[in-house]
C-alpha cells in the first residue's frame, strides 16, 4: 500500500498520530540509532515528536538533524520502552505525533561567539545547531563544541563529526577510555578552564546532558565570566502528551512540552522539579 | 462442713479452685464486645462475693474468684441482669449459666472497629451463641475477621476466617498496582497484570480484601456476600497440640451453622462414654472414627454454594507426645 | 427562570430528557467503601432523585464524567489509527458549587493550555450542570476562603424539599419542559463560611522548597495518590498502549487518571526519577493547586472540596499545611526584615 493511501497527514484530533516512513537508518552504537524519518513541515533543533513504539507505547525523541522533507529521531534503547523500534527498517513506517516543544532558535547565536558543551545523547537536541553553524560559519563569531561521551563505543554522529570537523572546533572527551582510543579522557568540565573565549561577557554556552553535568558545566561557566542571560538549556523530563494536558513534564507554572524545553538560564535556574 | 456435688457446679459455670473452700464465677461475653454498663454489674459481684479481683480469660470472659461456695445463688441472682443483656439463652432464669460444656464463641473486634474485617464477627458470634447454647459437650468456636486470625481461630474445634470475593470495575482501573503491591507485600501474591489491567488468581486468593482496601478508585470493592473459611479441629492440650486445617473454603454462613449443629449429633453418637469424666475432645473422636465419617455427619442436609471448596480427606499434623 | 414543581414530574421531565442525557449525580454505593460496611458516594446514572445523595458530599467529584478514570482514544492497526467513538448522548450531571468552580480549572487545562483535547471537548460540549445546593458546609469544606461557595454558571438549579422541586433554570429545554409550573423565584441554597478556614500566601519563595517542613509529610505520606484521584481539579493523566496481537501492530492507546504523589510519576523510560522524595511530592502538590497555576491561570487550582483531607488515609491535611506554609511563608519574611 502506497504511503500517500495512508494517514499520514496530520489529524485535527492532537492525539492521533501520523505515519512517517523511515528512509534511512544510521548506526552509531549497539543501543543507539539515527532513524530519517519522512516528514513535510517545519520544525527547530531541540523540538521532539512522540514516537509510537509497537508493543510498547510512544516515547518523546528530539530531532537530531533536520534534512528536506526529513527529520531525524536518534532513539536510544533503554529499558523496555524503545526496543521495539529497533526492529524497524528502511521502507518500514513508524506514527508520529509532533513537533512538540519550542526548539532552539539558531537566530539568538548568530553573529555570537558559541561554546556548545554537550553530554552524551544530550548532543541529539542541539545537532541541528551544529549543522547549521558547520554549515554556515561565517554566521558566527566562532563555534566550540565541547562533547563528552561515557567511552569510545557510546560516541554517537561519528560521520557528522568529520565534516563538522573542517569548520568548528571540536574538544571531544571521553569518561572510560578503551586500548584503542588516543584521544581525550576525563568529564567535559576538566576542559573548560582552558577554552579560549574571546569576549565572555558576549558570548553564548548551550549546555545539554545529564542533570548532573549540566548542573556542574553551568557552574563552571558562569564562573569562567558567561553572563546568565547568555546560557541556554534543554530540559529533558517526563513527558507524555506533548501538548500541556497530562501534567508529567510541569515543573511550577512552567509545562516542558510547551514552555520548553529550551531555556534561557534566566528561567531555568528557577525550574525546580 | 461443705457437701457439694461438684458436677453440678462445674456445670453452673463454677470452677472447682485450688482454694479449698471457694470457687470462681465464669462471665462468659459472646463475640468479646459488651456494653460498658455491664462492667459495674461484675465489679459489684468481685467487691461484693469475690476477693475483688477479675481475671480476664483467654476465651473473652471474666473469671471472678475467691467466691464462697455458700453465695453461689446469690451470685447467680446478680449474674441475671448481666445473662440477660448479653442475650445468652438460659434454660432456668436465675440459676447463672446452665450450662458449661461449649465454650464462650469467641471473637476478633472484625468490622466494629478493624480496617481489615470483612464482616461483622461479633454479630455472627452472638448468632452462633443462639444456635448451640447451651451445651455441655466441650466445643470450642471462634471469629475472626480475616485471614490475619487475630484470634487464633486455628487453636479451635472450630474457626471461621471471614472473606470476601473481590469484585473488579476494569473500566474504574489506572493500572496503578497499588491492589498487586499490597496482595504481594501483605497477602498471597494473587494479583498479575496483563495489558495494564489486573488478573486475580482465584486459586490462590485468600478474599483478604486487600486489594479493596488499597484502591484508590474503588475498581476493587467486596462482594455483597460474606463468605468464610472453616478451619476445624486445630488444639492444645498435653497428648498433641496441632492447628486446624482447612474444611470449607468460600463457605457461607448457613452452611457453617448446620455443619457445627451437625458435629454435636456425631459427637453425642460416637463419644467416649469410658473417658475421664465422660469427656472426650471432638478431634480425638475424629481421630478415632476418621474423618470421613465425620464428614459424611457435618455435612448431612448442608446446602453448599456454588462456590464452595469442600477439603478432604484432612490430615492433621501438630506434635504428638503421646 | 424559578420554578416550583414536584419530584413526580421532575422524574417524568429527567425520563424524557434521558432519551438524549445520560443523567449523573452523586449516588451512595452500599459497602463499597474502602472498609467493610462503609459506603463509597461518587458518580453514576441515575433515573430517579430519590437515587440522588444529597445529604453527604460525594467522596469522588463529577470529573469521572468528563475525564473517565480509563478512556480509550484510539484503536490502530499496522497502518492505521481510529478515533474511538464518542457515548452516543449527551450528559446532564448534577454538582455543587465547589465543584462547578472546579469544571473551569480543568477547562483551562483542557480547552486553553495547549492545544485542545478533542476527547474533553466533545463531552464537555454536550454536558449540562446542574447545581446542588449547599444548606451547610460539610466537614473539611473550605469553599469560602477559595471563592467557590457560589456560582450561577449552571444550567439549572435543582432542589428537593419533600415532594416538592424548586429549579431555577438558565437552559430553554428544561424551560420549555417547565412551562406548566408554578413560576417562583428559586435562589441556590450555598453556605456564608466553613468550619475550616485556609489562608493562602500570595508567594512562596522558592528557599523554602528544600524547608525542613516539607520533610514531616515525607514521612507520613504513603504516596497513595487518594488526594489527587478524589481532587476535582487534578487533570492528570498517563497514556497506556494495549496490544491484541503478539506482534504489537494493532490494539488501543488508553489514557487513564495519574497522581503526582505516586510512584512513577516523573521517572523517564531510562529509569531516573525527578521527585522521589515524599515531602517534595506534597510540596509540589501544594504548590500546584495554590500557587503555580494561578501564575498560569489566574485563579488558584484547589477549588476547597476538601476531599482530599476527607480521604487521606495517613490523616495529611492539605488545608493545614497551606496554614502553616502560610505561616512560615510570614516567618521567613519577618526573619528576613
Ligand atoms: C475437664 C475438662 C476441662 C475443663 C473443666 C476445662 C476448662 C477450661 C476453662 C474454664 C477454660 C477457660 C475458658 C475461658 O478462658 O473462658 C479453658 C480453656 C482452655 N482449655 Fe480447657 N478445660 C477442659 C479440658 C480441656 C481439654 C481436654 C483441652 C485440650 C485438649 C483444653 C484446652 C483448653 C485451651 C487450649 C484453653 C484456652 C482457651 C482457648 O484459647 O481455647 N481444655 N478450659
Ligand atoms: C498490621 C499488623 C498488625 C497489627 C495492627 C497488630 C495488632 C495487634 C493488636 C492490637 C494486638 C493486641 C490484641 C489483644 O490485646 O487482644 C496484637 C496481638 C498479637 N499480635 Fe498482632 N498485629 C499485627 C501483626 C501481627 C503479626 C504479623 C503477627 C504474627 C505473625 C502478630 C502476632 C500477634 C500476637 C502473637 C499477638 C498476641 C495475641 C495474644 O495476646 O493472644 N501480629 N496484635
Ligand atoms: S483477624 Fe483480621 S479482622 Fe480480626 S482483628 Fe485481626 S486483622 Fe482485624
Ligand atoms: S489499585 Fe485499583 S486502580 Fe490500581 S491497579 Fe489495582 S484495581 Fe487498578
Ligand atoms: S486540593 Fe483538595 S480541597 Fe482543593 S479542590 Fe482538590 S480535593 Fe478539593
Ligand atoms: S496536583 Fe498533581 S495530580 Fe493534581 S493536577 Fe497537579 S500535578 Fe496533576
Ligand atoms: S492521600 Fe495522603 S498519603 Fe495518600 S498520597 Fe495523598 S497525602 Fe499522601
Ligand atoms: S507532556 Fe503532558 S503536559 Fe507536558
Not at chain 1, 501538548?243 to 529550551?262: A, E, Q
Not at chain 3, 531510562?270 to 517534595?280: S, T, V, Y
Not at chain 3, 494561578?294 to 477549588?303: A, E
Amino acid at each position: 500500500m502506497a504511503l500517500t493511501e495512508l494517514n499520514t497527514s496530520k489529524s485535527e484530533n492532537p492525539y492521533i498520530p501520523f505515519l512517517s516512513e523511515i528512509t534511512d537508518v544510521i548506526k552509531h552504537t549497539k543501543i543507539e540509532y539515527t532513524f530519517r524519518m519522512t516528514y513535510h513541515g517545519d520544525v527547530k533543533p531541540g523540538q521532539f515528536f512522540e514516537v509510537s513504539l509497537p508493543k510498547f507505547g510512544e516515547a518523546p525523541i528530539s530531532v537530531s538533524g533536520i534534512g528536506d522533507g526529513t527529520v531525524d529521531l536518534t532513539i536510544r534503547k533503554v529499558g523496555k520502552v524503545t526496543d521495539e523500534i529497533f526492529e524497524n527498517y528502511v521502507g518500514d513506517t513508524l506514527f508520529l505525533r509532533g513537533p512538540y516543544g519550542n526548539g532552539f532558535d539558531i537566530a539568538n547565536y548568530k553573529d555570537k561567539e558559541i561554546l556548545l558543551v554537550a553530554g552524551g545523547t544530550g548532543l541529539s537536541p542541539v545537532k541541528g545547531i551544529v549543522d547549521y553553524f558547520s554549515a554556515h560559519p561565517d554566521d558566527c563569531k566562532g563555534f566550540t563544541l565541547l562533547v563528552g561521551f561515557k567511552s569510545p563505543k557510546d560516541m554517537l554522529f561519528k560521520k557528522d563529526f568529520e565534516i563538522w570537523k573542517k569548520n568548528i572546533n571540536i574538544i571531544m572527551t571521553v569518561d572510560y577510555p578503551d586500548e584503542h582510543y588516543d584521544g581525550n579522557c576525563g568529564l567535559v568540565t576538566q576542559y573548560i578552564p582552558e577554552l579560549m573565549i574571546k569576549g565572555l561577557t558576549d558570548a553564548v554556552g548551550i549546555v545539554v546532558g545529564p542533570p548532573i553535568m549540566m548542573k556542574c558545566t553551568i557552574s563552571d561557566l558562569l564562573a569562567k565570566g558567561f553572563k546568565e542571560e547568555n546560557l541556554w538549556i534543554s530540559q529533558e523530563r517526563k513527558m507524555c502528551c506533548g501538548i500541556g494536558k497530562c501534567g508529567h513534564c510541569k515543573i511550577d507554572d512552567t509545562y516542558i512540552c510547551l514552555d520548553g524545553p529550551v531555556f534561557n538560564y534566566t528561567k531555568g535556574k528557577f525550574l525546580k522539579d | 462442713m461443705l457437701d457439694l456435688n461438684t458436677k453440678k457446679i462445674k456445670k453452673n459455670a463454677y470452677r472447682v479452685t485450688k482454694v479449698r473452700g471457694e470457687t470462681a464465677s465464669r462471665v462468659r461475653v459472646p463475640g468479646g464486645l459488651l456494653t460498658a454498663e455491664l462492667l459495674p454489674l461484675i465489679q459489684n459481684i468481685a467487691e461484693t462475693y469475690g476477693n475483688g479481683k477479675i481475671h480476664l480469660t483467654t476465651r473473652q470472659g471474666f473469671e471472678i474468684p475467691g467466691i464462697k461456695y455458700t453465695d453461689i445463688d446469690a451470685v447467680n441472682a446478680l449474674l441475671q441482669p448481666i445473662i440477660e443483656k448479653l442475650n445468652i439463652n438460659q434454660e432456668i432464669p436465675g440459676k447463672g449459666y446452665t450450662s458449661a460444656g461449649t465454650r464462650n464463641i469467641s471473637a476478633c473486634i472484625g468490622s466494629n472497629v478493624c480496617p481489615f474485617a470483612t464482616y461483622n464477627t461479633t454479630n455472627f458470634a452472638k448468632k452462633m451463641e443462639q444456635e448451640i447454647f447451651p451445651n455441655d459437650l466441650h466445643f470450642k468456636v471462634s471469629f475472626t475477621g480475616c485471614a490475619n486470625d487475630c484470634i487464633k481461630t486455628r487453636m479451635h474445634d472450630f474457626g471461621i476466617i471471614g472473606m470476601t470475593e473481590p469484585q473488579y470495575e476494569k473500566e474504574r482501573c489506572m493500572g496503578c498496582q497499588a491492589c498487586v503491591k499490597a496482595c504481594k507485600k501483605k497477602s498471597v501474591d494473587a494479583l498479575s497484570v496483563e495489558n495494564y489491567r489486573i488478573v486475580r488468581n482465584t486459586e490462590k486468593c485468600v478474599g483478604c480484601g486487600e486489594c479493596v482496601i488499597n484502591c484508590p478508585t474503588r475498581a476493587w470493592t467486596r462482594s455483597p456476600e460474606t463468605y468464610y473459611r472453616l478451619v476445624i479441629m486445630g488444639r492444645t492440650g498435653k497428648r498433641n497440640p496441632r492447628l486446624a486445617e482447612d474444611f470449607l473454603v468460600w463457605a457461607t454462613e448457613d452452611a457453617i451453622i448446620k455443619i457445627i449443629k451437625n458435629t454435636y449429633g456425631f459427637v453425642t453418637n460416637y463419644i467416649d462414654r469410658e473417658a475421664p469424666g465422660g469427656k472426650e475432645h471432638i478431634g480425638y473422636i475424629i481421630d478415632r472414627t476418621g474423618f470421613s465419617e465425620f464428614k459424611k455427619w457435618a455435612l448431612d442436609g448442608v446446602e453448599l454454594d456454588s462456590r464452595t471448596i469442600v477439603k478432604g480427606p484432612i490430615y492433621w499434623g501438630g506434635i504428638h507426645y503421646d | 427562570m424559578g420554578y416550583q414543581t414536584t419530584t413526580a414530574k421532575m422524574n417524568a421531565i429527567f425520563a424524557d430528557l434521558s432519551k438524549e442525557y445520560v443523567i449523573y449525580a452523586p449516588k451512595r454505593y452500599v459497602g463499597d467503601g474502602t472498609f467493610v460496611h462503609i459506603d463509597t458516594i461518587r458518580y453514576g446514572e441515575i433515573t430517579d432523585l430519590s437515587e440522588i445523595e444529597f445529604a453527604e458530599k460525594s467522596n469522588y467529584s463529577f470529573k469521572e464524567v468528563l475525564l473517565p478514570i480509563s478512556e480509550t482514544l484510539f484503536y490502530f492497526t499496522e497502518n492505521e489509527m481510529k478515533e474511538a467513538d464518542a457515548p452516543k448522548k449527551g450528559a446532564i450531571v448534577f454538582l455543587r458549587s465547589c465543584d462547578l468552580h472546579g469544571l473551569k480549572r480543568m477547562d483551562a487545562i483542557y480547552l486553553e493550555n495547549g492545544a485542545v483535547d478533542t476527547y474533553y471537548k466533545r463531552l464537555r460540549d454536550n454536558t449540562k450542570f446542574i447545581l446542588m445546593g449547599c444548606e451547610n458546609s460539610f466537614e473539611n469544606c473550605f469553599c469560602v476562603s477559595m471563592g467557590t461557595q457560589q456560582s450561577d454558571d449552571y444550567d439549572a438549579y435543582l432542589k428537593v424539599a419533600g415532594e416538592t422541586v424548586l429549579v431555577d433554570s438558565h437552559w430553554d429545554v428544561l424551560d420549555a419542559a417547565l412551562a406548566g409550573a408554578t413560576q417562583t423565584p428559586v435562589i441556590p441554597d450555598s453556605v456564608t463560611a466553613n468550619d475550616t478556614v485556609v489562608t493562602i500566601p500570595e508567594t512562596v519563595p522558592q528557599t523554602l522548597f528544600d524547608s525542613p517542613f516539607w520533610e514531616d509529610y515525607g514521612n507520613r505520606c504513603i504516596a497513595c495518590g487518594r488526594c489527587n484521584f478524589v481532587c476535582p481539579t487534578c487533570t492528570c493523566f498517563t497514556m497506556q498502549d494495549i496490544f491484541y496481537t503478539d506482534n504489537g501492530k494493532a490494539g488501543e492507546r488508553r489514557r487513564v487518571w495519574a497522581s503526582c504523589h505516586v510512584d512513577g510519576y516523573t521517572d523517564m523510560a531510562g529509569g531516573h526519577a525527578f521527585r522521589n522524595d515524599k515531602g517534595q511530592r506534597m510540596r509540589f502538590k501544594v504548590m500546584h493547586k495554590v500557587n503555580d497555576y494561578k501564575r498560569r491561570f489566574g485563579t488558584h487550582m484547589c477549588i476547597g472540596c476538601g476531599r482530599c483531607d476527607d480521604v487521606c488515609p495517613e490523616y495529611i491535611s492539605f488545608a493545614n499545611c497551606i496554614n502553616k506554609l502560610d505561616a512560615l511563608v510570614n516567618d521567613t519574611a519577618k526573619e528576613e526584615n
